[in-house]
Nanobody, 122 residues
């Protein structure tokens, strides 16, 4: 059983920073692309940033230059450093892993964390 546990959300003033973490646990052999998505009230879930197993990154235009995604493969953890936060960044942020392979050879696609609320408000 693979689980993704997120942390780091909260309330921050505009211009502030937050760091989100998402740790995968279980009998994991390998993880490929890890990413962060967000969903604001009344809107569809959207990709914020993603990072491949070899470190290539991809960002939504709205967060380029402000957010940084990184990963620690040994800890099976992905991070999202969010700087210069704006009210429009307010959303529930979800961690996603495209493919997890466990030691028994089974592959699980499209795993999601439980979500963490980020609120940017003065």
């Amino acid at each position: 059983q693979v689980q993704l546990v997120e942390s780091g959300g909260g309330l921050v003033q505009p211009g502030g920073s937050l760091r989100l973490s998402c740790a995968a646990s279980g009998s994991i052999f390998s993880i490929n692309t890890m990413g962060w998505y967000r969903q604001a009230p009344g809107k569809e879930r959207e990709l914020v940033a993603a990072i491949t197993s070899d470190g290539n990154t991809n960002y939504a235009d709205s967060v380029k230059g402000r957010f940084t995604i990184s990963r620690d493969n040994a800890k099976k953890t992905v991070y999202l450093q969010m700087n210069s936060l704006k009210p429009e960044d307010t959303a529930v942020y979800y961690c996603n892993i495209d493919r997890i392979t466990t030691w028994d050879g089974k592959a699980t696609r499209n795993s999601w964390g439980q979500g963490t609320q980020v609120t940017v408000s003065s």
